[in-house]
């Protein structure tokens, strides 16, 4: 059976940051943009640039960065959605306007109060706006599977007309099943006049738990592009896992004689660095990206590995880029194979990144008995977050608990600021230590502590939530310490609000006319 190429859209960055708790500031899009470009996926949609001046900006920011994949942003069929679209998209290398409207009954009357005459109509003027402005364009049919088939054919034949370049079924709420979805496209396939001109894609939601099951069975009704999203985040219960659709394809060319680009061993490394910068942690158990999904805790199984891995195993850990072999140096480990577990583990570091990481190392190994692979994860996401950081942790000591006290010292481009404060407990009286060092008052909105890998000595990892202003930033922090790794949370929080407020400063210095000079004196500003 030939095998055919399927595209990979990968939504992570909107659909995926509509998940509760997800939401990513401009830095973090583009951080983990670069990250999907390098997993090969076809398409990152990266926004909804309408929704507010923060989401047009980031979508902006990842259109300037990805130099492979398609960049995407989402569009309501509103000629002001379109436009602010098509602006964020204009220094993308390979832009791709997505534009939808809802087509079921249900959506049309009661949210759209539409008939389906004016849909028809407001479907072939929004792709005929998308198309003047950008060369490539999506159409989605919202709700297509709860939607009319012959509605459905008379709406995708309009897209088509008007020059949609993908035409997307969508299951918006986890509705449909696997039968019933192959037969949806190629009904709709069928139906209409020109549709080998265009790609046919499926984006399913998780309600009933079928989303990547759905996935495939649209691949086997004809679509050649499936949305999804790393670790499957997302509306409600989530998107079709991108990990899950990608090796459910690569182990079963047997069943589903289709491929794409990705390169799997990149995807335990992409699900890591979405949960470290949402905060949203993976179970163990998740399939393929869970740190329990090949461990073998029973002795039969372990037997049966030993004789021939493949009793238990049906993909190796290899493929999606876990090593077999979770433990990792001790302390008597050189900088030297620390790089090379490094490199192993697919990460390239630059020289002072590994200084930095063997300093760290060092101290955790002093800490900890045993260092994973997981620990190791964490410490490079850690020092590569630093590279950004305006202020970092130096030392943090709590005494009491009601009140308590805590001295913070904080160190900015090498010069050292220490400052001591009470609070309720610890966590609050160093957050406010951070915030007289700083000159901000945030509110710690939400925080968590999770062991990051086994054991009583386990790296905690902490992740907040932290509001200034009408503002909220998310920050995460690691340490065998938790109030270390809090209030290295928060500190990497009040980091992102730094820069954005300098940000801002630099933009309204050089709308005054000041010179890079002038400003950083502060003499225009
Ligand atoms: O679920 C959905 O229908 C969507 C569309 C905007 C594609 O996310
Ligand atoms: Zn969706």
């Not at 008939?115 to 364009?137: E, H, N, S, Y």
């Not at 009319?148 to 034949?157: G, H, M, N, R, S």
């Amino acid at each position: 059976m030939p095998i055919e190429r399927v595209r990979i859209f990968a939504t992570t960055l909107r659909d995926g940051e509509q998940s509760p708790g997800a939401s990513m500031d401009e830095s973090a899009k583009v951080r983990l943009a670069i990250q999907l470009d390098r997993l090969g996926v076809d398409v990152i949609e990266a926004g909804f640039p309408i929704a507010s001046n923060q989401e047009f900006e980031g979508v902006k920011r990842v259109a300037e960065a990805v130099k492979n994949a398609q960049v995407a942003a989402l569009a309501r069929a509103l000629d002001k959605d379109i436009d602010r679209a098509a602006d964020a998209l204009k220094n993308a290398a390979r832009p791709m306007l997505h534009t939808f409207l809802a087509t079921s009954d249900i959506h049309m009357e009661y949210k759209l109060r539409m008939t389906r005459g004016q849909v028809l109509d407001a479907v072939g003027r929004a792709v005929t706006r998308a198309k003047g402005l950008i060369p490539f364009v999506e159409f989605s049919a919202e709700d297509a599977t709860r939607s009319d088939w012959d509605f459905l054919v008379a709406v995708t034949k309009i897209a088509v007309d008007a020059g949609a370049d993908v035409i997307n079924l969508p299951d918006t709420v986890g509705y449909t099943t696997p039968d019933e979805i192959r037969e949806m496209f190629r009904y709709v396939i069928a139906g209409v006049p020109g549709s080998e001109k265009v790609i046919f894609s499926s984006h399913n939601h998780n309600d009933l738990g079928l989303a990547v099951a759905n996935a495939l069975a649209a691949a086997e009704g004809g679509a050649r592009q499936i949305e999804c999203t790393i670790n499957g985040i997302g509306e409600r219960a989530g998107n079709t896992s991108l990990e899950e659709v990608v090796m459910a394809m690569r182990t079963r060319q047997d069943k589903y004689p289709i491929d794409c680009g990705v390169i799997s061993e990149e995807l335990v490394p992409s699900s890591m660095l979405l949960s470290k910068i949402t905060g949203l942690a993976v179970p163990f158990n998740k399939p393929i990206v869970g740190r329990n999904a090949f461990a073998h805790e029973s002795g039969i199984h372990q037997h049966g590995m030993i004789a021939n891995a493949q009793t238990y195993e049906i993909m190796t850990p290899e493929t999606v880029g876990r090593k077999r072999s979770d433990l990792i140096l001790g302390k008597h480990s050189g900088k030297a194979g620390l790089a090379k577990r490094c490199a192993e583990l697919g990460y390239e570091l630059t020289e002072e990144e590994t200084k930095q990481l063997y300093d760290q190392f060092i101290v955790l190994a002093d800490r900890k008995k045993e260092v994973f692979d997981d620990d190791l994860h964490m410490l490079i996401l850690g020092v590569q977050q630093e590279t950004f950081d305006v202020y970092h942790l130096d030392q943090v000591r709590c005494a009491g608990s009601d009140p308590a006290m805590a001295l913070v010292k904080l160190n900015r481009g090498g010069q050292v600021f220490t400052d001591t404060s009470v609070g309720d407990g610890p966590v609050d009286a160093a957050c406010m230590a951070v915030d007289r060092i700083v000159g901000v008052s945030g509110r710690l909105e939400q925080f968590d502590v999770r062991a990051a890998t086994p054991g009583k000595d386990a790296l905690g990892e902490a992740n907040v939530l932290v509001r200034f202003a009408d503002r909220v930033y998310r920050g995460s922090g690691a340490s065998t310490d938790i109030i270390e790794a809090a209030i290295k949370a928060y500190v990497s929080a009040v980091n992102k609000y730094v820069a954005y407020q300098e940000s801002q400063n630099i933009v309204a210095a050089r709308r005054n006319g000041a010179t890079p000079e002038e400003y950083q004196t502060g003499a225009r500003l």
